[in-house]
């Protein structure tokens, strides 16, 4: 029915499978905009926005260390480390808690692709070296909060780069407090906006190509 209706399908789910369903039942060109997490688990437009915004203040043909601090199966992460794998100058530092690692599907891929990277258990070991410090989250719940090693806090923000960036997918959780928005590293709301625009580029390209131009 709704194939009737429109030209193209965005589609969000709570879990994976539902997304890659509809795809295959579909007669509609179908954009991902996040589906569960965990293996198979994406969220490629935010992906590129974030490359997007990495690339504005970094060239990605030169040496960059990424600071990952989240759940490393969540969709956001999962879709920015196949991105990462796409270039061979990327040392990855994965911030997690506890016995939370790459999926082996991830960890293989990463390897495949020559990604070297280490974990930490503790924030601050990684931001001296990082130039993008991303934030994506950690699994929260009414009788578990995220070991404060993993937050971001302005007492830390002594510890970076002048020229670091500190990223979110948004919306943020306890791991990144309010106080840090008006930092000078802060690029989450100008990464929010570049989504807007590299939405509209994905969209845009789309309606060039059935409409023949």
């Known amino acids: 029915m709704i194939n009737a209706y429109a030209d193209i399908a965005v589609m969000r789910h709570a879990k994976v499978e539902p997304v890659h369903n509809y795809c ?16 198979n688990a994406e969220h490629p437009t935010q992906a590129l926005l974030d490359i997007f915004t990495i690339h504005q203040s ?13 759940h490393p199966s969540s969709r956001s992460a999962r879709s ?4 990462i794998a796409l270039f ?3 040392k990855l530092l994965l911030c997690t808690e506890e016995n939370c690692k790459l999926l082996p599907e991830d960890e293989a891929y990463l ?19 990082a130039d993008v410090i991303y934030m994506a989250g950690y699994k929260e719940t009414a009788d578990h909060l995220p070991d404060s090693n993993l937050m971001l806090t302005p007492e830390l923000l002594s510890y970076l780069h002048p020229h ?4 979110h ?3 943020r959780g306890y791991e990144l407090p309010y106080e840090l928005d008006n930092s000078v590293h802060c690029a989450y709301f100008s990464q929010a906006e570049n989504g807007v625009f590299v939405r509209m580029a994905i969209l845009q390209g789309y309606f060039n190509v059935i409409g023949g131009r």
């Not at 579909?26 to 997490?37: C, F, H």
């Not at 920015?80 to 991105?83: A, G, N």
């Not at 670091?164 to 990223?167: G, S, V």
């Open 169 to 171: 997918p948004l919306p």
């Open 58 to 70: 970094f060239p990605l043909h030169k040496s960059l260390t990424l600071l990952l601090c989240c």
């Open 80 to 83: 920015l480390l196949f991105c």
């Open 164 to 167: 670091a960036i500190i990223m």
């Open 24 to 39: 295959i039942k579909s007669r509609l060109p179908v954009i991902n905009a996040g589906n569960g997490e965990g293996l």
């Open 111 to 129: 390897r495949q692709a020559g990604v070297t990277y280490e974990y930490l258990r503790n924030i601050k070991e990684g931001l001296c070296s």
């Open 88 to 90: 061979h100058n990327i």
